[in-house]
């Protein structure tokens, strides 16, 4: 049974008020209340939020589309586009200081960088910058996940597939990213409105 890092839903309710995407360097985590959980219970009690490094990758003011396949294993996001790369944070994925208490930054990126390592074959990445957090309860894959935005650039435009799940689109203006209005994923959706 795969375990995956958790919030408790209180502590991101005390510093986020709306639904969207919240553009902000504020740290809204409390490490002390950082759980592991069994996936399977999680995805569907709203006590937790699941913390999920959602990774846009740009180049020169593009940014990465993908559309998920029926092949992927959340049926609730097939066929829908993205920007975000990513996924559950992983018990393995933990980093911590050195005395002993998690470096939750560190393992947020570690998570993020295995997803993208797992899901991509991209240039070198030259660098890493945190943007906010999507945060949407307006159904119920958002009333259990909260995510973590960064934006990643990339060094080139070079960027395929690894996995079946992922057909990748291509690298879009924000302007060009509109035009898939309805076939976005409510994140995506969310970060394009916001950028």
């Known amino acids: 049974m795969q375990h995956i890092i958790c919030t ?3 502590v991101v309710d005390k510093n986020i008020k709306t639904n969207g995407f919240i553009k902000t360097e504020k740290d809204i985590f409390d490490v002390n209340k950082i759980w592991i959980g069994p996936r399977e219970t999680l995805e569907t009690n709203e006590d ?3 913390i999920i490094p959602y990774v846009i990758l740009s180049y020169q003011g593009k940014i990465a589309l993908y559309q998920r396949t029926k092949k992927g294993g959340e049926n609730r996001l097939h066929n829908m586009h993205s920007i975000g790369f990513g996924g559950h944070i992983d018990a393995f994925d933990l980093a911590y200081h050195k005395d002993g208490v998690i470096n939750l930054d560190k393992t947020i ?3 993020a ?3 993208i390592d797992e899901e991509l074959n991209i240039s070198e990445i030259i660098s890493k910058k945190h943007l906010g957090y999507i945060y949407d309860d307006s159904n119920p894959v958002g009333r259990v996940h909260i995510g973590v935005v960064e934006q990643w650039e990339l060094a080139t435009n070079e960027i395929t597939s690894n996995e079946d799940e992922i057909h990748v689109v291509g690298l879009f203006s924000i302007d060009e990213l509109k035009d898939f209005d309805g ?4 994140w995506s959706e969310h970060i394009i409105q916001g950028l």
């Open 113 to 115: 960088q295995r997803e």
């Open 8 to 10: 408790e839903r209180s």
């Open 183 to 186: 076939e976005m994923e409510n």
């Open 48 to 50: 937790f939020k699941q």
């Open 109 to 111: 990126e570690n998570s």
